[in-house]
């Protein structure tokens, strides 16, 4: 049988919490789209005992002295293990638990006939928007991450979304070669929004598939001293970004929430799959 090269990079930045990134880990060993090379990027944690157990031709940790918080360590993973033979980029935090069918079914996503796609998301928990899954379907378990359940949604809808959360997403080889990584200036939140804003301009159009689900654990791969002193530095360069980008803030949260928008629901929440369907919002 011929082997082929890997054609996707998974990027995988990891903060403390070992345990988590191990069943992270675990879950894409498990993947059943295997053509993948992954980094393992370290931000100061010295996982020694991690990388001993699941370093392998596939898997490579670095292990940095320092955290260089989100933005700068998924560049530096990128920089660090990108080829020319890679068509696609997977970014998620240490704290993100993919389906088997997770890396197979973004995959499926790009290979439609949907234009030019620059990055599809899974559905999961605590995303937000419309890869939020709490209003739109149930979801097995954390424990049951591979479960049947996840065979069944595999015709489940795709949406074209304005949005795509930081912590997992895939984006494909032609949009990183157009537009380079995150803005490292927003070091640690709102690098996503800024990036879905940038993969528009482009050209690019942005989706989320309900046919994978991920566990997202939420807040674990950064301590609460970062998040309040980084967050509100990026925050605050994001606004200085996009100071008189929108005319108002109705067309920031639908330019940033796209057709979920609705007044009585700013972020999109509380619109049932149901209502996106019959709204046209959802495509197959």
Not at 48 to 60: A, F, V
Not at 73 to 91: D, F, P, T
Not at 104 to 131: C, H, T, W, Y
Not at 220 to 236: H, I, M, P, V
Request: with cysteine; proline share 3%.
């Amino acid at each position: 049988m011929m082997i082929k090269s890997p054609d996707v990079l998974v990027v995988l930045v990891s903060y403390k919490n070992s345990q988590i990134l191990a069943k992270s880990i675990q879950a894409l060993n498990s993947q059943t789209y295997q053509n993948f090379e992954a980094i393992v990027w370290d931000n100061g944690s010295f996982c020694e005992s991690l990388k001993g157990t699941y370093e392998n031709k596939k898997i490579k940790f670095i292990l940095s002295k320092d955290n260089l918080l989100w933005s700068p360590a998924v560049n530096s993973a990128i920089r660090a293990g990108l080829n020319k033979k890679h068509k696609y980029i997977l970014v998620m935090n240490n704290d993100i638990i993919l389906p088997r069918c997770g890396i197979e079914r973004m995959i499926n996503v790009f290979n439609k006939d949907l234009g030019k796609v620059g990055i599809v998301g899974p559905a999961g928990s605590s995303l937000g928007g419309l890869q939020d899954y709490i209003s739109h379907m149930p979801l097995p378990s954390y424990s049951d991450w591979n479960s049947d359940l996840h065979r069944k949604i595999e015709h489940a809808p795709i949406v074209r979304s304005a949005y795509i959360s930081g912590a997992v997403f895939m984006l494909s080889r032609e949009l990183y070669d157009s537009i380079g990584g995150l803005d490292e200036e927003m070091p640690l939140g709102a690098d996503d929004f800024d990036y879905s804003i940038r993969t528009k301009e482009a050209g690019f159009s942005i989706w989320v598939t309900y046919s994978t689900y991920v566990k997202h654990i939420g807040h674990a791969s950064g301590s609460s001293k970062n998040w309040n002193e980084y967050g509100e530095l990026s925050w605050d360069k994001f606004n200085r970004k996009y100071d008189g980008y929108f005319t108002s803030e109705e067309e920031s949260i639908k330019s940033l929430w796209g057709a979920v928008y609705d007044g009585e629901f700013p972020v999109g929440t509380g619109i049932s799959l149901q209502e996106k369907i019959k709204r046209g919002i959802v495509c197959q």
